[in-house]
């Protein structure tokens, strides 16, 4: 399996050793994971725009690949992560962002002090998601906005009452998410969905239907992949998913934005 290294500000010699892969977050430069990592990369580079010359909180930053990316076009990106050694990481690969330790249900961050909250693909690891969108509200100026990604639940985990993924606790679809925003405070602007493009529409027929399923049946088997699957996974461009709203029950992952009310 490959592994990224990554580089130290101008002047530092030493490499930034990859986080683990441990199957609760994905990191960028391994090419079995490519897929995962470009499904997730997707929903930064398309809501990118909206931290533009903002006050930015990544709420669960994980490997810190997507704070980085919104560094290159806010006013500030707070990052923050409960793992511990995800924030030395971040501190070290990507001195742009702010760094903290917290606990997203008690975010330690001031009432009214962020222009947008950034929550991909964790939500569904939380115990207290009603907690953690109120925490949200709170800490966002009136008008803000709440950017947030999670696995739609009833093409990830298809018939099923608890999550496939064991690092899960609840999944959502995109009724229910819309019911937790709502009841949180916010108003729903946006709900869109994760999909696969043509080019991974062909890769699903190629490889029996799913190249989703391709890749999982033969991790959990414990096989060695084709050569011909690493290649096309390793393959997978951002471009290759696209975000619409239409057939958002048939969508992957689901993406909302959510706005803070003005007061009156």
């Not at 002047?11 to 997730?40: D, K």
């Not at 962002?97 to 693909?121: H, K, T």
Request: glycine letters at 8%; aromatic letters at 6%.
């Amino acid at each position: 399996m490959s592994e990224a290294v990554y580089s130290l500000p101008a002047g530092e010699s030493a490499p930034v050793e990859p986080l683990p892969l441990t199957g609760e977050r994905t990191v960028p430069g391994i090419a079995e994971e490519n897929y995962w990592f470009r499904r997730h990369e997707i929903v930064y580079a398309r809501l990118l725009e909206r931290c533009a010359g903002r006050v930015v909180l990544e709420a669960g930053s994980g490997e810190g690949y997507g704070a980085n990316m919104i560094a290159g076009v806010a006013e500030r990106v707070i990052g923050l992560d409960y793992d511990a050694s995800a924030v030395e990481h971040v501190r070290a690969a990507y001195p742009r962002v702010e760094m903290v330790m917290g606990n997203l249900a008690d975010l330690p961050v001031d009432d009214g002090s962020v222009d947008v909250v950034v929550n991909f693909q964790v939500i569904e690891h939380l115990w207290d998601q009603a907690q953690f969108l109120r925490e949200c509200l709170r800490v966002l100026r009136p008008g803000g906005e709440l950017l947030i990604s999670t696995p739609n639940r009833i093409t990830f985990s298809p018939g099923r009452d608890t999550p496939l993924n064991p690092f899960h606790t609840r999944e959502l679809n995109a009724a229910e998410l819309s019911e937790l925003l709502v009841a949180a405070g916010f108003e729903v602007e946006v709900m869109t969905g994760v999909h696969h493009g043509p080019e991974l529409v062909a890769l699903d027929a190629k490889w029996g239907g799913s190249i989703i399923d391709a890749q999982i049946q033969r991790a959990l088997a414990g096989e060695p992949w084709p050569a011909e699957l690493a290649a096309d996974v390793a393959a997978v461009r951002t471009d290759d998913f696209a975000l619409r709203a239409e057939d958002i029950d048939a969508s992957l992952d689901l993406v909302a934005v959510a706005v803070k009310p003005r007061e009156r």
